[in-house]
Each structure stands twice: as structure tokens, then as C-alpha cells.
């Protein structure tokens, strides 16, 4: 069994930035691929960012590219997630996700096994 868990959310102005964590903890030794979804009120959870287990692979929903960041801490299983000129509609609760056994670049939600509890982010305008 893998333990997620985020940190790092908080209340935030249109253009400011955040940066978001994720530790994960499982069997030693072991290196997952990891990335972050978000959910907001009334909408389907979507895909944020991913990164491989190595970290030499990253992907990123289109409204995510060039304002935030995915990177993970060398060997071990954190992540973070810089964002950077952020605006109300990034307003959601941010999940991390850990893929164990989904399929290399997954960005589907189903593809992910385990999930943290998530982690509130709100843009104010």
C-alpha cells in the first residue's frame, strides 16, 4: 500500500504563485510515476501534470503548460508543483496521484492507483 499526501494549498491573488507538495511512501526502493489532478465545484477531476519515476519525462494539461511545473525531489517519491500566474479559474482542490501500475505517460485518472487527499486552492480575483 502506497500513502499520498499533499501540501501546500492555501488562498491565493490572481497573478501570484504556489508551489504544491506530495510525499509518497511505499515499499523502499521503489520510484513511482507521480503527478497532480485538480477538481473544482460542479466539474470532473482533470489532469494536471505528470513526471516519470526517473523524472526525465514530464507532461502537462494544455491550460497548465507554461505556468506551472511539475519536478520531483532526486531519488525520493516528492513532488512538487510550481504554479506560477495563477488565476481564479485554478481555483480546485489539487490531488496527488501515484501511478504503480498504469501505463508509462498515463494521464487519465484511472491510470493512477493511489491518490492523497487533497489539498484546497483558491484564487482570488
Known amino acids: 500500500q502506497v500513502q499520498v499526501v499533499e501540501s501546500g494549498g492555501g488562498l491565493v491573488q490572481a497573478g501570484d504563485s504556489l508551489r504544491l507538495s506530495c510525499e509518497a511512501s511505499?515499499?523502499?526502493?521503489?520510484?513511482?510515476?507521480m503527478g497532480w489532478f485538480r477538481q473544482a465545484p460542479g466539474k470532473e477531476r482533470e489532469f494536471v501534470a505528470r513526471?516519470?519515476?526517473?523524472?526525465?519525462?514530464?507532461y502537462y494539461a494544455n491550460n497548465a503548460k507554461g505556468r506551472f511545473t511539475i519536478s520531483r525531489d532526486g531519488a525520493k517519491n516528492t513532488i512538487y508543483l510550481q504554479m506560477n500566474r495563477l488565476n481564479p479559474e485554478d481555483t480546485a482542490v489539487y490531488y496527488c496521484?501515484?501511478?504503480?501500475?498504469?501505463?508509462?505517460?498515463?494521464?487519465?485518472?484511472?491510470?493512477?492507483?493511489?491518490w492523497g487527499q487533497g489539498t484546497q486552492v483558491t484564487v482570488s480575483s
Open positions: 511505499g515499499r523502499a526502493g521503489i520510484r513511482y510515476a
Open positions: 496521484a501515484v501511478s504503480q501500475y498504469g501505463p508509462p505517460g498515463g494521464t487519465r485518472a484511472n491510470e493512477f492507483d493511489y
Open positions: 513526471i516519470s519515476w526517473a523524472g526525465d519525462k514530464t
